[in-house]
């Protein structure tokens, strides 16, 4: 397995959660590092590639929300322990064989990921409703698979109201559409096209690429030539950071607008203050929000880890969500959660970072668009 060791993530043992890595041995062999009768949530994050950059700040959240399963009853009154799987696509160990394995010998009794759509597309074949899988961060919709839950916002949700503030705000004419080379990028890209087509744009440029592509610069060449004057970046991770930075260095921000749906408040601190100029980023929480909500949540986090924790951001605060999700699904939906999934909108009551507990059936949390300010998000704006 490659990326954070067991070191990095093993935070939080002061709230009695185990935060490891997965050695399949440990269950083969019937060793005791993991609780015997604990509710065993296999956290699912990138732990390296591109998208590693995540994984502290999901790792900490869901150990918030892993401390406060567990002052109550837990999960189906056992104490919930969390079991990291590193589920970078660059991972070592073919994911599937891993999960199928685990599932087999009894070892995990649900999943929480967050991680790329083509994983969760790959583990849908293989969990087939053994246990429940709550899939947690924004993605591209469409997902039905009997037993998964996709909790996170989709391009309705999100893109085409940006686009269309922005268009008002900057009378653009001509977007580019730039991201890395797998589902979700694509087919956001189709509902964007979809989105300028209505606004009476053009598409100036389409392109995208593999992970961890060495250099930006033959990318940022064609983006400047194009005549673009606004482009959505749909790169994740340290993708988006070496662009955003190559971007800046160019000063590119003075003829275009950039627009993400996933850059969060460590890829922006990993861009560098001066290339952030005219770069918005659209979401469903920021660290930043002022609401009573994400004020109580931020203590709670902060109390847990200290004023040095991970920065606070979408991705993480999805793992905290998903757990709790899971905790109220299978409280409320126990006998039914097999044969339901994401288009079925369980009414499932649930704590966030984002309000507290509500209803999500029918009322959809809060998308905001926000402007990048130094080494901030600042400017949220609801959609």
């Known amino acids: 397995m490659c990326g954070l060791s067991k070191g990095d993530v093993d935070l939080g043992r002061k709230s009695g959660s185990i935060a490891a890595p997965i050695e399949l041995a440990d269950f083969r062999t019937g060793g005791d590092h993991y609780a015997s009768g604990a509710f065993r949530v296999a956290l699912l994050i990138p ?27 837990g999960i189906q009154g056992r104490r919930v322990q969390l079991i990291m799987i590193d589920a970078a696509v660059e991972a070592g160990e073919p994911i599937e ?68 503030m922005l268009q008002q705000a900057f009378r653009l004419r001509r977007w580019a559409l730039i991201g890395n080379d797998y589902v979700w990028p694509r087919s956001s890209h189709s509902y964007a096209k979809t989105c300028l087509r209505q606004m009476d744009a053009e598409l100036a440029m389409e392109c995208y690429v593999p992970f961890g592509l060495p250099t930006m610069t033959e990318l940022v060449n064609r983006l400047e030539a194009s005549g673009a004057d606004a482009v959505l970046v749909s790169l994740v991770g340290q993708d988006a950071v070496n662009f955003n930075r190559e971007f800046g260095r160019r000063g590119l921000h003075k003829s275009i607008v950039r627009l993400s749906c996933a850059l969060e408040e460590n890829g922006l601190m990993a861009c560098g203050e001066g290339n952030l100029e005219r770069l918005f980023s659209v979401s469903s929480y920021f660290g930043a929000i002022s609401t009573e909500a994400n004020a109580c949540f931020k203590e709670r986090y902060y109390a847990l880890h200290g004023d040095m924790a991970p920065t606070l951001n979408a991705l993480g605060q999805s793992t905290y969500e998903g757990l709790h999700y899971l905790e109220a699904l299978l409280r409320d939906f126990d006998d039914v959660w097999q044969q339901r999934s994401t288009r079925d909108s369980l009414p499932v009551i ?24 130094g080494m901030q998000f600042c400017d949220f704006k609801v959609l």
């Open 47 to 73: 732990m390296c590639g591109p998208a590693g950059i995540w994984a502290p700040s999901c790792i900490s959240c869901a150990q918030v929300a892993v401390e406060e399963l567990n002052r109550n009853k």
């Open 97 to 164: 064989e891993i999960m199928n394995e685990l599932i087999e010998l009894g070892a995990i009794d649900a999943i929480v990921g967050m991680h790329l759509s083509a994983v969760r597309q790959r583990l849908s074949k293989v969990v087939r409703q053994r246990i429940p899988y709550i899939y947690t961060p924004l993605y591209e919709g469409g997902e039905t698979t009997p037993g998964l839950f996709a909790i996170g916002e989709t391009p309705q949700e999100q893109l085409g109201p940006a686009m269309a």
């Open 350 to 373: 649930h704590e966030t970072g984002r309000s507290f507990a509500r209803k999500v059936s029918r009322k959809r949390p809060a998308v905001y668009l926000a402007r990048a300010d």
